[in-house]
């Protein structure tokens, strides 16, 4: 008797566990569930607060432009523009997002990783070096595609893009989050806010203190 009913116990715990510590976007538990910022006209919660489904139109699902190139000019020669659940509301809930990426010649999406997200991505014009690192030990695994081919990124792998043409680049990119997040390598190395102690980056790039210096300034 004691037994079951440790045993029921052990398998609430359990339950409760794995609910808390659930690691991807949840699956819906109704068909939508358009995001809303404004909390007086909102209804069922579940991740963001709920539309309520008698109000939601075509436009909750609907984001026009991606035809539209970003602008490219800048220190890298690379935008993105990224459909998550701030754009198109009627993501939430849904697990998935999409991207433009536009590369101006030579133009680099530099390494990064989407702490919530796996990629996949097709080439619209162009052609891209691409490559993901694994975990430690680290071993890449690189491609040159060209128009219409498809390449993914596994979740939390560093990963980049670079237009090795002469000409512009454009791909689209799936995400499997709402809200895939990204980490860019660099920027968030030396340029976080506020700054990592220099000694640190010295130690673990084994570089000279001006090195570090000059790599902050460019951040
Ligand atoms: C990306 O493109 C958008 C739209 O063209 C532009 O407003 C934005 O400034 C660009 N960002 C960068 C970093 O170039
Ligand atoms: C909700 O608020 C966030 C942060 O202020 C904003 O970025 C987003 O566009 C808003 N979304 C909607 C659907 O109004």
């Known amino acids: ?15 409760l566990a794995s609910s808390l510590v659930s690691a991807y976007d949840p699956s819906p538990l109704q068909d939508f569930c358009v995001a809303i910022n404004n909390t007086n006209s909102a209804v069922f919660v579940n991740g963001k607060f709920c539309k309520d489904p008698a109000a939601v139109t075509a436009d909750d699902f609907f984001f026009p432009g991606l035809n539209i ?6 220190k890298v020669g690379f935008n993105v523009t990224l459909v998550n659940v701030d754009l198109l509301p009627g993501l939430n809930t849904l697990g998935i ?5 536009d590369f101006a010649p030579y133009g680099l999406d530099p390494p990064h990783i989407h702490p919530r997200a ?13 490559g993901f690192v694994t975990s430690n030990p680290n071993k890449l695994f690189t491609k040159v595609l060209n128009k219409g081919d498809v390449f993914a990124f596994p979740i939390g792998l560093i990963h980049f893009q670079f237009n090795i043409g002469q000409t512009n680049a454009v791909a689209f990119a799936g995400l499997n989050s709402q809200n895939p997040g990204v980490i860019t390598i660099a920027n968030a190395v030396f340029g976080s806010y506020p700054p990592i102690n220099p000694d640190v980056l010295v130690k673990a790039f084994q570089v000279d203190k001006n090195v570090v210096d000059y790599l902050q300034k460019q951040f």
Do not use: D, F
């Not at 997002?97 to 990426?101: D, G, I, P």
């Open 1 to 15: 008797m004691i037994k079951g009913v440790t045993y029921l116990i052990t398998v609430a715990l359990l339950a």
């Open 69 to 74: 190139p970003a602008i490219t000019t800048n």
């Open 97 to 101: 997002s999409l991207a433009r990426l």
């Open 118 to 130: 796996s990629e996949i991505l097709v080439v619209a014009e162009g052609t891209l070096l691409v």
